[in-house]
């Protein structure tokens, strides 16, 4: 089993900044990938980004490209969502998760039926 917990988020201004914080712990071993979703109210949970444990591209949604940035820390077991520009659509609760399919697997790492584990989430409101 892996545990995830998700930290930093809160309320900011738009054009303001924050940054998320996912640490995982348990069987870490097994992850192969973490990504970070976002479910705003009265929505479907949709892709944010994606990270592989070992490194390599990462992947992001279309409407967040260029102000979000994904990075891990993996001595800490830790990955973070650097979120700059932030605009009022950007108001979701944010989830890590954790996907422990390699590159065999059947879904990419924008489905959330890719990943195993699921933190709890951490809302982020942005006022316009």
């Known amino acids: 089993q892996v545990q995830l917990v998700e930290s930093g988020g809160g309320l900011v201004q738009a054009g303001g900044s924050l940054r998320l914080s996912c640490a995982a712990s348990?069987?870490?071993?097994?992850?192969?990938?973490m990504g970070w979703f976002r479910q705003a109210l009265g929505k479907e949970r949709e892709f944010v980004g994606a990270?592989?444990?070992?490194?390599?591209?990462?992947y992001y949604t279309d409407s967040v490209k260029g102000r979000f940035t994904i990075s891990r820390d993996n001595a800490k077991n830790t990955v973070f969502l650097q979120m700059n520009s932030l605009k009022s659509e950007d108001t979701a609760v944010y989830y890590c998760?954790?996907?422990?399919?390699?590159?065999?697997?059947?879904?990419?790492?924008?489905?959330?039926?890719?990943?195993?584990?699921w933190g709890q989430g951490t809302q982020v409101t942005v006022s316009s």
């Open positions: 998760a954790a996907s422990r399919a390699g590159p065999a697997a059947t879904t990419t790492l924008t489905s959330p039926y890719r990943y195993d584990y």
């Open positions: 348990g069987r870490t071993f097994s992850i192969y990938a």
């Open positions: 990270i592989r444990w070992s490194g390599g591209t990462n």
